[in-house]
Nanobody, 115 residues
Framework: VQLVESGGGLVQPGGSLRLSCAAS????????MSWYRQAPGKERELVAG????????NYADSVKGRFTISRDNAKNTVYLQMNSLKPEDTAVYYC?????????WGQGTQVTVSS
């Protein structure tokens, strides 16, 4: 089971980024997926989650209306579209799958929001 994030980078406040998480080693379409983030000195927090079919999503209050999680089960990929980015969104972003009672994480991708 492997998750590989990409798409992070440096962006100005108000800008946008789209993160991708490519999954392999399991039946992707059968599992809910999540995005988390961890800022320096802070605990890792849930950003957004999506059901296996993509029909249900949930978001942290801090990103509602700005971030959108989606998935393409044909491509084994989950996305996080981030708009209206703020400096407080700066963090390492991770995708996660709960696979057979254990959490599997990607390596993370850095997002820095700064002018």
């Amino acid at each position: 089971v492997q998750l590989v994030e990409s798409g992070g980078g440096l962006v100005q406040p108000g800008g946008s980024l789209r993160l991708s998480c490519a999954a392999s080693g399991f039946t992707f379409s059968s599992y809910a997926m999540s995005w988390y983030r961890q800022a320096p000195g802070k605990e890792r927090e849930l950003v957004a989650g999506i059901s296996s079919s993509g029909g249900s999503t949930n978001y942290a209050d801090s990103v509602k209306g700005r971030f959108t999680i989606s998935r393409d089960n044909a491509k084994n990929t989950v996305y996080l579209q981030m708009n209206s980015l703020k400096p407080e969104d700066t963090a390492v972003y991770y995708c996660k799958v709960r696979y057979y009672y254990r959490n599997v994480w990607g390596q993370g991708t850095q997002v820095t929001v700064s002018s």
